[in-house]
């Protein structure tokens, strides 16, 4: 019997290291093939954001790719690639969670999954590859401590406080409205119903506590928010780039969303092996931990080890514990397009004047 055990073991070993090697083999292969390629080209990653400054320089380094951005939004991403076509310029962009399958349904999209494919959540990926979620942002709260003295945690604290709270305009700006669906998923609502949220800002707004200031870094400088809802990399951003000491970054502890952004390799484009070993680096351990340096939360985050002067900068993982992924897109996308409008008549009909 422990003679079967041993061989039955030594047989797993054996396969184990088979794949490791298949594995290295394809990653040479690749690494071989894009450094013949010499460049990558991108969309909506360019060197201020999530500090892809720290990728695009490991990639010249690392593999002499050389590296173009032109910064977009999401939607002009997919525009452009669909326009381009075989005349493409770009090889790979950066894009909200919800145009992943957009991507795919266009018929847009390279697959690759990277070599860490299974440490990333079935929620932030493609069974197939097409589209994986690299960061993520959830939706924190920003205090100015010197205004502010008794630091909300949560929503309920929050709706308990004497401080303005300031959301941002939930008419236009994609956070103000995830903001919103955060403290809906807190107060017992979904994607589907948001009378939850809506009561609960309408109350902020008869006790005159609902600003109407939006949470910029200036604004934040200037003392003009008392307590701002926004991501968590605009906040830890806001943070070191003011004064980490006056300011708290928290993940409400009730309830909070957590959204991402995903890489989209072009169908269509010139350089697809060099796109295909950016998105391999961008999930490993080092452009992982790149990413933590421009304050956003890796994907891998679990299975980091940062460096000292990075994790002094991020919030530990028990902060996320409530917050989740948007478990109905469609629903969730049907709902914030009637959201300005339910904002209007449900919660700024009770601003104070």
Do not use: C
């Amino acid at each position: 019997m422990k003679r079967m055990y041993v061989s039955l073991l030594a047989s797993t070993l054996l396969v184990a290291l088979q794949v490791a090697n298949v594995h290295a083999a394809d990653l040479s292969a690749l690494e071989k093939a894009a450094k013949s390629e010499g460049e990558v080209n991108s969309v909506g990653m360019p060197d201020s954001w999530a500090n892809w400054k720290g990728t695009w320089a490991d990639m010249l380094s690392k593999y002499g790719l050389k590296h173009m951005d032109t910064d977009m939004s999401s939607a002009q991403e997919l525009a452009k690639f669909a326009a381009e076509k075989e005349n493409a310029t770009a090889d790979i962009g950066d894009v909200g969670i919800s145009f992943g399958p957009i991507a795919v349904k266009q018929g847009l999209a390279l697959p690759y999954k990277p070599s860490t494919w299974d440490q990333v959540p079935a929620w932030a990926k493609d069974k197939d590859g097409y589209w994986a979620v690299a960061y993520t942002g959830t939706i924190a709260f920003i205090i100015d401590k010197q205004q502010v003295k008794d630091a909300p945690h949560s929503w309920a604290d929050l709706k308990k406080g004497k401080y303005v709270v300031d959301i941002g305009d939930v008419g236009v700006a994609s956070q103000a409205a995830s903001g919103v669906l955060a403290a809906n998923y807190a107060l017992g609502g979904d994607e589907k119903n948001l009378k939850p949220a809506l009561a609960f800002f309408a109350e902020l707004a008869k006790q005159g506590r609902l600003g109407v200031t939006d949470p910029t870094i200036a604004n934040i400088e200037k003392g003009e928010v008392q307590v701002g809802v926004v991501w968590d990399f605009n906040g830890l951003n806001y943070r070191k780039q003011i004064d980490p000491k006056r300011f708290e970054v928290v993940i409400p502890s009730d309830g909070s969303v957590t959204s991402g952004y995903t890489t989209i390799i072009n169908k269509y484009g010139k350089h697809p092996n060099a796109a295909k070993l950016t998105r391999e680096y961008i999930f490993s351990d080092a452009g992982q931990i790149n990413l933590a340096r421009g304050f956003a939360r890796p994907i891998r985050a679990e299975h980091l080890t940062y460096p000292a002067d990075v994790k002094d900068q991020m919030l530990p993982d028990s902060e996320y514990k409530n917050a989740r992924p948007i478990a109905d897109q469609q629903a969730w996308e049907k709902s914030a397009k009637m959201l300005p409008r339910l904002w209007q008549e449900n919660v700024m009909i009770n601003m104070q004047q």
